[in-house]
């Protein structure tokens, strides 16, 4: 699935149930926050998007698929929000999306997958894909 024929990716609402799992965006840069939002619903995915880990939680009891962070967020960072999202929703699919070197990692799960910026949005929709096919 998401490819056709000729292995064109296909978006997301051509082969997925309705309604569209619902990815969590959380990017404290509003420029690209905004451009990964538009990337995401053209792909046709439900997006809700906040820019810090403190405005995150509100979705807490949202049916939330996926949660896409920065790691590096004022306040609540994306490693702690993503343990409250986790200890809530076990089953949640988290992506990182990170600008810090990879030294600054270490406290990043050993499974954490992480998408280094800058990144093409093409590149972020290809993992938001596989990662909401990944067990199902």
Do not use: N
Request: glycine fraction near 8%; charged fraction near 25%.
């Amino acid at each position: 699935p998401g490819a056709d024929a000729a292995g064109l990716a296909r978006p997301a609402s051509e082969y997925l149930p309705t309604p569209p799992p619902c990815v969590l965006l959380v990017e404290d840069d509003a420029e690209l926050r905004t451009l990964l939002v538009e990337e995401l619903e053209s792909d046709g995915w439900t997006v809700m998007s906040e820019r810090s880990g403190e405005g995150a939680l509100r979705h807490l009891e949202h049916a939330v698929d996926l949660l896409v962070t920065d790691v590096q967020l004022p306040g609540i960072d994306g490693v702690e929000l993503a343990a409250l999202f986790s200890e809530r929703r076990p089953e949640l699919k988290v992506v990182f999306i990170t600008g810090a070197p990879a030294e600054g990692l270490r406290h990043l799960p050993d499974s954490a997958l992480v998408v280094p910026k800058p990144f093409p949005a093409r590149d972020l929709l290809a993992v938001v894909r596989a990662e909401l096919h990944r067990g199902t």
